[in-house]
DNA sequence: AAAAACTATATTGTATACAATATATATTAT
DNA sequence: ATAATATATATTGTATACAATATAGTTTTT
């Protein structure tokens, strides 16, 4: 495997996402470019660039003159989000399964084999929301449709940091793993009605999970 | 109406999507940093800024070391962008009629007027494209969905290109018109189906004309 | 004391200068 | 002559320095 080399933006791209992603930056807390810069030994060209970046993923909010934060959804744009995943996502699910690979469908198998294994263990949000990703993208490769691709990536990255909160603090998304077996049963029969339909309910049965989980931490904290 | 300071970063995308968008900038062709640092009069650090933004909306590719330029969409990609803005435009119009205000209806009506009389007078692409623009987000201003319809108003970006471009070359979008018009008459009557279908029609046979000017184009060039 | 005006300070925005990488040109080896 | 290597040039990436703006604190005014 090739070494890749990259450019310090992309390197703080990729390290202030995580921290978002992991909680490790708390939503709403000013990120100030010159003590980023600082910590993570680069100027403050590459960090106002990646916040930038990062803007256009939606993780942070980045006003003129004012400063850049990372972004919290409250319960109604939770909401929005995951219900705008299951459209469109369903939509991709339909137009990929029309013309999907077997090796696609074994290489989905196998991820979800990891997956079921990496609940259990240290480190599992990280991994796990890893696996995730990378089972959803192998059911949708069949669609051949670049940009709703991308834009379900970005969603989901967005969407990944309240799954992997409600992984950590309330052990995880309970039905995820029967209902993705039973999503990739479907694929593999071609059942594309009800693999579409199963797909739609697990988004949503999960957003139901993270907003009740908002909506108790919220009356602790009031 | 107060006046009010941007920075130069936000001046340049400002300018350059007009560029983009209105073609003075081809597609494909390299975007220099020093040389449009240089006719715009500022330093190169808010032009990659500028870039960097662009990119996030798709207008423009920024490759590390390579540079940037001007996205061009192929055929393959039309389709999909239109289809996505079929079936996300859809489910908005759909959630907006519920509770659209007589008021907003009655906005949209105004900007229809406006849009028939702008059609044959000169500078008609740029100012279409905008009330265009401002007559579907009215219609979506019911569904208080603030996600959706950002990444509605960022598609939006991406096509109106190929709509100013078919405006310009091939006399517009020879249905829009009475389109607009049916569409309209739906809202009113709340009839939501009939309103989601004739959107998603109209979305749908503005692609089928762009995407069969884009053909014929190619044909001459080869 | 409350509001307004004026500092001082912190922070962001941008220009300049230099470093790193890629591309084009010239040189050498086969 | 062609391919490979080396050099020069163009272009991008990033650090530093300075300018502009916003915020907090102070003083002045009413």
């Known amino acids: ?31 100030r470019q010159a003590a980023l810069a600082e910590e993570l030994n680069v100027s403050r060209i590459p960090v106002r660039e990646a916040l930038l970046q990062l803007e256009a993923e939606g993780l942070v909010s980045f006003e003129p003159h004012k400063g850049a934060s990372a972004t919290e959804l409250n319960l109604d744009q939770v909401d929005e989000l995951f219900e705008l995943r299951a459209m469109i996502e369903g939509d991709l699910l339909a137009a990929s399964l029309v013309d999907i690979t077997d090796e696609a469908l074994a290489q989905a198998t196998e991820i979800l084999a990891k997956l079921d294994s990496a609940l259990g263990k240290e480190n599992a949000a990280n991994t796990w929301s890893e696996l995730n990703s990378a089972f959803h993208n192998c059911l949708y490769s069949g669609a051949n449709r670049p940009q709703t691709t991308d834009l379900v ?14 992984l950590l603090w309330a052990g995880g998304i309970s039905k995820a793993g029967p209902e993705h077996a039973e999503l990739l049963a479907f694929c593999q029969s071609r059942e594309i009605d009800k693999a579409v339909a199963k797909l ?12 009740a989980f908002l909506q108790q931490r919220e009356q602790l904290n009031s």
């Open 153 to 166: 990536n970005i969603l989901n990255k967005n969407a990944d940091r309240y799954i992997r909160m409600h």
């Open 1 to 31: 495997m090739a070494i890749e080399y990259k450019t310090r933006t992309q390197l703080v791209v990729e390290i202030l996402r995580e921290k978002i992603l992991s909680g490790e930056i708390v939503a709403g807390q000013p990120l």
């Open 200 to 211: 739609k309910q697990h988004i949503l049965s999960s957003r139901d999970e993270i907003k």
